[in-house]
């Protein structure tokens, strides 16, 4: 009997039950092993037989009664009767608990156990023999599914140990052999591997001297020659095994826990390191994981044996180093690995003091310089890879250090290891060990470490300006440099900007003299350095793949040589993209340095014309070339009129040529946005550094540059959001320097007057055509900008509610600020929502002035694209006031929105594509998941891994690459997430279905009224999505169904999936919405193509959807033929799941039932037996059971027995349209050619000439048979090859049909059944030849098997006799 896993265990936790379950995961970690204890006990001696072996079986016969322990007891009793006969039975014993011991019996299994513990008791060293024997057949049950057994095993174990230790311990390899496996070696349940550690432990403690080493050394051997696949989980069943040996009780370590470990280190340093890093060696693996286990288990007083043994070894080989006795520096490099480790771990609450620390730190750096000054020592080392590891391993234990310590520790000791490092070490070390810092919180950064970091860039500038400029954008760009405003420093402005100092370096000039280096004007002139602008725009954005792939890494000596003398046609060497990421860098760097205003504001200034010049010229170089941009232009920006144009010009004026995968920006002018985005941050550090510069000073330029943009770049660009954002806070900033003066100087009367224009209710006129489309924009940021952008202009006048009212200015622009600037999260959406409900009100009231119609509609609309579903229902709600309120002004918003899904290359927003915006989020969160605190799991029970150290591995690591090898990455990442605020993934396929459920809930009547191009867009979804009607119109072409116009022009069927999901399910949806709208409306049969539009219904309401049948039910009823209007109700509730069987049990579908009208059932049948035959389909609600759909279909057929027989003959036509091919080459000529027999299968109701309403959506074509066709019954053999292109499941859905019909209709169903008897032919002679083409494929697979079997045995014939001849 297995264990259930589930056990009930006395509560010891508190509460009313007495008893509560346990898994067994959590009864296994309870079980402990701990020999020890059992040592008073065992001091007992035997009271009747002088055998622990006879009490033993004695206390099992009383406490196990299973007849195979019974079958066991007669087998041993006339051995245990004394301990002599015990010893002379011995080896009878042993085979009899082997053999019962392998039994699944785990009563049994647990009494031979203890049988066994009680047996190595009395033999002692005379159980030697069968020593392996008994190990080899216990260590099986540890893996056992009982808990009981798993600890009766593993007790029994580790009392064979207490009792062979003295034997054993001369030599424990061997045993250490027979465990190996357990402890991970192979794969291994969990606990296992603590169990096993556990019972071993004993004996490991009593091993000394160099029986201790030996055995350390043959672990680690092993260890090494473990399969790489299974070496993690063999490494940690070793630390394990270490860790039980050195732990004590009580968060103590054992007495033998120094020597343990330092046998565990003396092995280590034999090692040789050539690996990058100290965890590529197996062996330190090892020796770290021990080291994390113990100080996870002790406290701070208890873990000093750790650190004694770590100081006394260090000294050791420090000294050694030092004093040039020893060649080998690995030791000391293992030391400071896990000296840094213990440091770190647990955030160093295991660390009593920290002087005795940074001394020995001190000593690193130390060797460190004089391995770097002395020749003679750096030549006596053997390995150069083991003084790189050390050299990232001292900045490892120094940042540790730096992270943990106190204040004061700091003030005496780390100042001082600062100043060596900041002395002797490479500045892109430094820099990196300054950003591990930050980024890890360090809370003395910017009081201690800044300083340094002023002083290196100024020093090394000259040379290394590349990496300078890239560690101060992360620094910045990122967050990490974090001030509090107002404080002032010698380091720090007031307004939290680094203070450079002028004049502490000098810098070769030109003429051979030296200059003072200023950092601010240096960046200043790199920043308005020339630089060819059209190379830029020509190099192609793609999606960085690798770092080489990204950034081809900067020019070399470019720092050595002046910018300004440097050609601006010199394409420079590192790349044209690499010149979008250095600006983009230095507008970072430079809005948080402290600048000269009027030395920033001219460079920016600067900067600004050669942009505005370049973006307007190539700007006008990309429309003359594009037939599309050029349509852009002339229809206002109005993309849905330029896609008339070439389709080709289109898809390659958005980027849409460039693969799926490498495209990093698309949309119109997207060679461009890098380039404007970068004029965006241009000017809006020009108008932060308005704030704080003489009014009169920045007026002038910073209106040049406002108008320069507004009239030259904003209309082909306004939907860039840096750019609109720029926009905003130059006008913002504008209006503050032409209102305030500071120092006593103020803007001249003609700036403010120019200003006053520039922001006019005029100016606003021209503006918002240009920009109100951005309030559909799925980016929230574009949104709010282009609202406050809007806000800072003189705005109109309210319209007058009656004649006697006051005007006064509009407020729904403001309003929309509020609307936008308040979060979509659970807390705020209800603030949210009353903002729209304000602007609803407005809009709805008629007063809105006419500039700002689309204000709220367009704004309504943009909220659909949050990821936020509450908001939704309101949004439709309050478009619903303006709809009643103003109907064509919401007309024009919500179709010309849902028109864009009709060519998805009208949703593309210029910007990242949703490829980029993956990757930049997923660098995002890979970078912030290094410095994110994560639990680590544990192993076995015990926490291996620290969260405090893995995070700061990750961290220190993620930083010393970074900046190790500088070849542009960084920067270039750094400036593609600049460029994109918005990285939020948008569900279009969601927003549509939004749109199409909003106008089918309140825009039934607009749509009605624009009915020509709802009907076309139907169709076109039809025709080219829905798959399964797409044969309709193919069909029908040339006939009064077909259509009369191209909808390619209305749909694009080449761009679907751009942006949208596809699939079966978002279709049927879509369909189901689309119908839901039509059948709202009022006069269907006023509609454009409405006996399309009818024969299409009739198709749908064949469908086994219930959904989809209620809705195209709908939009037949709205035709309210006299025939159909009268049974609405009825046909209503045989769509209705719940009221759908009792309806057909009362509906009389008879001709002389009272049900129906006579008179009616001409129109009314087509559509009756049309919705039951796809009532016969539906798999939902109860009937989705096994057998549920058997049971519809028995129900409905059971209905039809009263019906006539052209009825009877058009349901079963139904369901063989998928046949009719079939059909009609199968069925023989004379039965289609006999005008007494049944007439051929028709999709004309009544086998007469109906209305076009009547008839089914497909037409016969027998028509179109050869009469010279020869046809007789031998022919059904052949028709196997028209089911191809039929599924077998559709052909087995049809086979039960039959069945179900000819069980419920009899022999009323003889005059159609020869129709359906040929597609069943057809059917079995479609599988016969599918399964005679599988079984000749498995023929001549057998048949080249055995010929290569057969050549096989023929060569290695020959190749015997070959051998028989050469002997």
């Not at 950003?435 to 860039?457: D, V």
């Amino acid at each position: 009997m297995k264990d259930t896993g589930i056990a009930s265990q006395l509560n010891t936790l508190g509460g009313a039950n007495t008893y509560r379950f346990k898994s067994f995961k959590q009864r296994a970690d309870e079980i402990e092993i701990n020999v020890s204890r059992r040592i008073v006990r065992d001091f007992d001696e035997p009271e009747e037989h002088g055998s622990y072996f006879a009490e033993g079986v004695k206390k099992w016969n009383e406490l196990n009664c299973t007849k195979d322990y019974t079958d066991f007891l007669r087998r041993v009793t006339k051995y245990q009767q004394s301990l002599a006969q015990v010893l002379y039975h011995k080896d009878d014993i042993v085979c009899a608990l082997e053999e019962y011991m392998s039994m699944e019996h785990e009563l049994v299994v647990e009494a031979m156990l203890d049988l066994v513990t009680t047996l190595a008791r009395d033999l002692q060293d005379e159980i030697l023999p069968y020593y392996e024997r008994l190990v080899r057949r216990i260590t099986p049950l540890i893996k056992a599914d009982a808990v009981e057994v798993v600890e009766a095993a593993c007790n029994a174990l580790a009392c064979l140990f207490k009792y062979l230790a003295k034997s054993l311990v001369l030599d424990l390899r061997p045993t250490f052999n027979l465990l190996s496996p357990m402890l991970g070696g192979e794969r291994q349940k969990a606990n296992v591997r603590r169990f096993t550690a556990e019972s071993m432990a004993f004996l490991i403690r009593k091993l000394r001297g160099n029986a201790l080493q030996q055995f350390v050394e043959h672990v680690v051997h092993t260890m090494l020659e473990c399969a790489p696949t299974r070496l993690p989980d063999f490494q940690n069943g070793l630390a394990l095994l270490f860790f039980e040996c050195m732990r004590n009780v009580e968060t103590q370590l054992h007495s033998r826990a120094s020597a343990i470990y330092t046998a565990l280190l003396r092995e280590l340093y034999k090692e040789e390191l050539d690996g990058e890093r100290l965890e590529d060696n197996a062996v330190y693996v090892l020796a770290a994981s021990v080291t994390k286990l113990c100080l996870h288990y002790t406290r701070r007083e208890s873990a000093q044996q750790l650190w004694e043994v770590l100081f006394v070894d260090y000294d050791v080989q420090a000294r050694a180093v030092a004093d040039k006795t020893t060649q080998r520096i690995q030791p000391l490099v293992i030391l400071l690995g896990l000296l840094a480790l213990a440091t770190i771990v647990r955030k160093g609450s295991r660390v009593s003091e920290y002087k005795p620390l940074f001394q020995r730190c001190q000593t690193a750096f130390t060797i460190a310089k004089m391995l770097a000054n002395d020749v003679e020592a750096s030549q006596m080392i053997d390995n150069d890879k083991a003084v790189a590891i050390m050299a990232h391993e001292r900045i490892k234990w120094l940042v540790g250090l730096l992270m943990q310590c106190n204040v004061q520790d700091m003030a005496s000791t780390g100042k001082l290891m600062l100043d060596m490092v900041v002395s002797n070490e490479p500045m892109s070390t430094v820099l990196s060990m300054a950003l591990t810092l930050a980024r890890l919180g360090w809370a003395q950064w910017n009081q201690i470490l800044l300083p340094y970091l002023i002083r290196i860039t100024v020093d090394h500038w000259a040379e290394n300006r590349d990496v300078l400029l890239l560690f101060w954008t992360e620094l910045f760009q990122n967050g990490l440099f974090k001030v509090q405003t107002g404080s002032i420093t010698l380091t720090v402005t007031s307004r939290g900007q680094v203070l450079f100092p002028t004049k502490t370096s000098e810098k070769s000039t030109g003429n051979g003299k030296t200059g003072p280096i200023n950092i601010p004007q240096e960046l200043v002139d790199w920043l308005i350095a020339p630089v060819d602008w059209k190379a830029v725009a020509d190099q192609q954005q793609t999606i960085p793949t690798t770092e080489r792939e990204e950034f081809g890494g900067f020019e070399d000596g470019a720092s050595d040589v002046d910018q300004d003398d440097r050609s601006t046609s010199e394409a420079p060497s590192h790349g044209v993209a690499s010149e979008l990421a250095i600006k983009s860098a230095l507008l970072c760097v430079l809005s948080h340095v402290s600048v000269d205003p009027s030395v920033l504001l001219d460079g920016l200034h600067t900067l600004i014309g050669q942009l505005v010049a370049a973006v307007t010229q190539l700007t006008a170089q990309m429309a003359e070339n594009s037939e599309y941009l050029q349509n852009v232009a002339s229809n206002s920006g109005e993309q849905g009129d330029a896609m008339q144009g070439d389709d080709d010009s289109a898809s390659m004026a958005l980027g849409l040529f460039t693969p799926k995968d490498g495209r990093l920006y698309w949309g119109a002018y997207h060679q461009l946005f890098p380039l404007v985005s970068l004029l965006g941050s241009a000017l809006k550090l020009e108008a932060s550094a308005a704030f704080h510069a003489s009014p009169r000073l920045v007026a002038e330029k910073l209106m040049d540059s406002w108008c320069l943009i507004l009239d030259h770049v904003l209309p082909a660009h306004s939907t860039n959001p840096l750019l609109v954002e720029s926009m905003f806070k130059a006008a913002d900033a504008l209006k503050f320097v032409t209102t305030t003066s500071r120092g006593g100087e103020a803007t001249s009367a003609a700036i403010k007057q120019k200003v006053a224009a520039a922001l006019s209710l005029q100016q606003l006129e021209h503006l918002v055509p240009m920009l109100e489309h951005n309030l559909t924009s799925t980016q929230p940021s574009l949104r709010l900008w282009t609202l406050q952008l809007l806000s800072l202009f003189e705005q109109p006048l309210m319209n007058p509610a009656d004649k006697s009212a006051t005007q006064e200015p509009c407020t729904i622009v403001e309003m929309g600020i509020a609307l936008e600037s308040t979060a979509g999260g659970m807390e705020t959406y209800k603030d949210r929502m009353n903002h729209l409900r304000r602007m609803a009100v407005i809009a709805s009231s008629g007063r809105v002035p006419e500039i700002f119609h689309n204000v709220f509609p367009y704004l309504a609309l943009g909220q659909y694209s949050l990821n936020f579903s509450y908001i939704w229902p309101d949004v439709t709600k309050q478009l619903g006031l303006l709809a009643a309120a103003n109907q064509q002004l919401f007309w024009n918003a919500v179709w010309g929105l849902l028109q864009r899904f009709n060519d998805e290359r009208l949703l593309i927003e210029t910007g990242p594509t949703p490829e980029a915006k993956k990757w930049l989020n997923s660098c995002a969160e890979a970078r912030a998941a290094e410095s994110e605190l994560t639990a680590s799991p544990k192993i076995d029970g015990h926490a291996i891994e620290c969260p405090n150290l893995a995070r700061f591995n990750r961290v220190f690591s993620a930083e010393l690459l970074r900046l190790a090898n500088v070849d542009g990455s960084g920067l270039q990442n750094l400036a593609i997430a600049t460029n994109c605020p918005d990285l939020n993934r948008v569900d279009y396929a969601n927003v549509q279905k939004q749109l199409m459920t909003m106008l089918a809930e309140i825009g039934a009547a607009a749509a009605e009224a624009h009915s020509k191009p709802v009907v076309q867009a139907f169709l076109a979804f039809i025709r080219y999505d829905f798959g399964w009607t797409s044969s309709f119109f193919t069909k029908h072409e040339g006939t009064e169904l077909g259509l009369d116009v191209d909808l390619t022009g209305v749909y694009a069927v080449e761009h679907r999936g751009l942006l949208t999901e596809r699939g079966r399910r978002i279709d049927e949806t879509r369909c189901i919405l689309w119908l839901k709208l039509i059948s709202k409306f009022r006069n269907p049969q006023q509609l454009p193509r409405a006996p399309t539009l009818y024969s299409l219904f009739l198709r749908m309401i064949t469908r086994g959807d219930n959904e989809m049948q209620r809705h195209a039910l709908g939009c037949l009823l709205a035709w309210r033929q006299s025939g159909v209007h009268p049974y609405a109700e009825n046909l209503r509730n045989l769509v209705d799941e719940k009221r759908f069987r009792d309806e057909i049990k009362t509906f009389d579908l008879a001709v002389n039932g009272q049900s129906i009208n006579i008179v009616h059932r001409e129109q009314l049948m087509p559509i009756l037996l049309r919705v039951l035959h796809g009532q016969m389909m539906v798999r939902n609600g109860k009937a989705s059971r096994k057998d549920g759909m058997r049971i519809r279909r028995a129900v409905i057929l059971n209905a039809m027995v009263g019906v006539t027989q052209e009825e009877l003959r058009f349901f079963v036509g139904i369901g063989l349209e998928t046949f009719r091919t079939t059909i009609l080459r199968a069925t023989p000529r004379e039965l289609l050619a006999n005008a007494e027999s049944p007439e051929p299968f028709s999709l004309t109701f009544n086998g007469a000439s109906a209305s076009t309403t009547d008839k089914m959506d497909v037409d016969s074509d027998a028509s179109v048979l050869d009469t010279d066709e020869q046809s007789s019954i031998s022919e059904y053999v052949g028709a196997g090859a028209e089911m191809d292109n039929v599924s077998s499941k559709a052909q087995i859905s049809f086979l039960h049909l039959q069945m179900e019909l000819i069980r419920s209709l009899g022999i009323k169903a003889t005059p159609v059944f020869h129709e359906a008897f040929a597609v069943i032919l057809s059917s079995v002679a479609w599988a016969q030849r599918e399964l005679d083409v599988a079984n000749d494929e498995l023929e001549t697979l057998a048949t080249e098997q055995t010929g290569d079997d057969s050549q096989t045995t023929e060569d290695s014939d020959a190749d015997n006799d070959s051998d028989m001849d050469d002997a």
